[in-house]
């Protein structure tokens, strides 16, 4: 198990490199830096004069190292826009993204869990089926379109909850709806599945033939094992929503991490995309190789792949 | 009960891929306008059976006074274009690399395991749209985008497929006869890993499609006038709260053909694996 897990780790460790200079490429397929740094008003004296002062002018394999060991201690430079270093943009609006992505993950488990179970518990009943379609239609709508129909309904058809801003939690509930809505599909049907696996196994029969209550069946004995696989993918669905949320937060005016990426985007502010992206990776990667440790302590058999 | 399910799934699914598919050919003919012809005086007229509607513009007309039908049925085309499109590229991609894994294993597959995880850490959304940003949105841009991050799926899919069926008698037999190993690989391998591709196509397609309209709606996709119907959608957001219309028929379209296209993968996937769960 322990050399499982290092493996795993090195692994990690690898791909977070990898990214690294994923990100850096994009960084330097951008543009000539050295004039974005300088500004367009600049004279072309202006602009090598800030090309050496950067350090632009030296090799590229330099100046990635000095790039990495900076990211390493999280200095990602400055917004070639605003005044700030990228991390003091990044530490305002990773807290809201973060809180985006834990919302909509409970919103999601909380009702693929449940509907899982039942839908195995009355397989082929109507609960199945319904959650069935809740799921299929969940993965065809585009989240974008989701998000604005829930405005549309929820905003400004009852009025229930505002549709724009971040102060209160009134204002995560629908994009923590529309981005978990979207993770919810694959968490119920690995609860269904694993439950229906659990169901069908000698201790569970073992436990019924006891005369066992059959809430206890599910709930003590079942559900226990079905569970942990589910809360493994739960946290690589977390990833992957923080990746997302660019698309959620901007029908909502949210500003996280991914309205920070978007706007740097069409500013041509590089330096604040690239840590956002190596930072939504790093974050991919930290929780898929928690989900791969989770895996491989309950099933041995994941170890040697 | 259940054995019926994947046949009707697969009947429901290829009948409305089956329309979109005549809507996007016959779309010249079938519009009753032209897709890109402004007319200031038409602007948001509501579809036909609003009260303001007219039967002249079934649904209705965009903030340019172009009409709604047309551009939706030139939109299929930008769709289905874009999903066949990048899958294509993205099956290349991912088949050649999950088959060279699986059929050599050790340090080819590890290799290939590497890039899969390394591809998958790698937000998709944010990476397509800085990279849109770079080159200038358009739709071959978004295509070979698509192409170059969708492959990860068939990448899976593939290896382990290959791997089960490397040790196969017949496999071993073409070996045994001094085949060469691209031979084996494109003639022996390939054929047998058909039922897996069409699956995975599918359901990258069906990826492919829905983040075109993502990137569209932002508007690093398909650039205007093209009708893409995430970018009809982008129009459309604000005018959302007076004309919910304008949003919701390009939305329930494109939701529609990805249900059509998740609904025939899942039907095949079922065909071909009649006992397997899902």
Redesign the interface.
């Known amino acids: 198990m322990l050399a499982y897990i290092l493996r795993r780790l090195l ?1 990690a460790l ?3 490199l ?2 690294a200079v ?1 990100s850096f490429m ?1 960084l330097h ?2 543009g000539d830096l050295a004039t974005a740094i300088a500004g367009p008003e600049s004279s072309a004296a202006d602009i090598e004069k800030v090309r050496v002062q950067y350090g632009l002018d030296r090799p590229v394999a330099a100046q990635f190292a000095d790039w990495l060991g900076a990211a390493l201690r999280l200095d990602f430079g400055r917004s070639f826009y605003f005044q700030n270093t990228v991390m003091e943009l990044v530490g305002e609006r990773l807290p809201v993204t973060l809180k985006l992505g834990a919302v909509s993950l409970l919103l999601a488990v909380a009702v693929a869990i449940p509907l899982g179970v039942l839908a195995a518990l009355h397989r ?1 009943g109507w609960i199945d089926r319904l959650s069935l379609a809740v799921a ?2 969940g ?7 989701f998000a ?2 829930l ?2 309904v929820f905003g ?1 058809g009852l009025k229930w909850l505002p549709v724009a801003g971040n102060t209160g939690w009134q204002h995560f509930v629908l994009p923590a709806l529309a981005l978990g809505y979207y993770a919810m599909p694959s968490l119920m ?1 690995l609860t269904r ?1 694993g439950m ?1 696996d659990v169901l069908g196994c000698d201790y569970i029969r073992t436990a019924r033939a006891k005369g066992l209550r059959p809430a206890r069946i599910v709930f003590k004995h079942a559900l226990r094992n079905a569970i942990i696989p589910v809360m493994a993918l739960a946290a690589v669905e977390l990833g992957f929503m ?3 949320s ?2 959620i937060e ?1 029908v909502f005016s949210l500003q996280g991490l ?1 309205q920070l ?2 706007d740097s ?2 500013r ?1 502010d ?1 330096p604040v ?1 690239q840590a ?2 190596l930072i ?2 790093v974050f ?2 930290g929780l ?1 190789f928690v989900a791969d440790v989770v895996n491989a302590a309950l099933d041995p058999r994941m170890r040697t792949r | ?2 054995a019926t399910l994947p046949h009707r799934g697969l009947a429901i699914g290829g009948a409305i891929l089956g329309l979109v598919a005549l809507a996007a050919l016959l779309a010249p003919w079938l519009s009753p306008h032209d897709p890109y012809a402004q007319d200031v005086t038409q602007r948001l007229i509501p579809p036909a059976w609003y009260d303001k509607g007219s039967w002249e513009h079934l649904l209705g007309t965009d903030k340019l006074g172009r009409d709604y039908l047309s551009r939706l049925l030139h939109g299929a085309r930008v769709s289905l274009l874009i999903g066949l499109a990048a899958a294509l590229i993205s099956g290349l991609i991912g088949t050649t690399l999950g088959v060279l894994a699986g059929y050599f294993g050790g340090r080819v597959d590890a290799l290939v395991s ?1 890039v899969v ?2 591809r ?8 397509a ?3 849109a ?2 080159v200038g949105g358009s739709l071959k841009v978004v295509i070979v985008l698509l192409g170059l991050l969708l492959w990860d799926r068939f990448a899976i899919v593939t290896r382990s497929a290959t791997q089960q069926l490397r040790d196969a008698e017949f496999i071993a037999a073409a070996q045994a006869l001094g085949a060469p190993t691209h031979w084996i690989l494109l003639r022996e391998l390939l054929p047998n890993l058909a039922g897996a591709l069409t699956v995975v196509a599918t359901l990258e397609m ?1 990826h492919a499609i ?1 983040l075109e ?2 990137l569209s ?2 508007g ?1 996709g398909v650039q205007p006038p093209t009708p893409s119907w ?1 970018l009809m ?1 982008a129009e459309g ?1 604000a005018y ?2 007076f004309q ?1 219309w304008v ?2 028929i390009p ?1 329930v379209v ?3 053909l ?2 059509g296209i ?2 025939a993968g899942d039907g095949l996937r079922d065909l071909g694996a009649p006992d397997g ?2």
């Open positions: 692994v690898g791909v977070m990898t990214v994923v994009l397929l951008s082929d299929v239609v993965q065809a709508m585009p989240n974008f379109w604005l129909t405005v549309l400004v049907r599945a229906l923080l990746g997302g660019v698309v901007s991914g990426a978007w985007i069409s041509n590089y995309v956002v992206v939504i990776a991919y990667i898929t | 009960m259940r590497y995880t390394t998958l850490a790698l937000p998709v959304v944010l990476v749209l800085a990279m940003s770079l069906a829905l309209s993502t709606f932002l690093l995430g959608v957001k959302m709260f919910p949003i919701v939305g494109l939701a529609l990805v249900l998740n609904l769960r899902n």
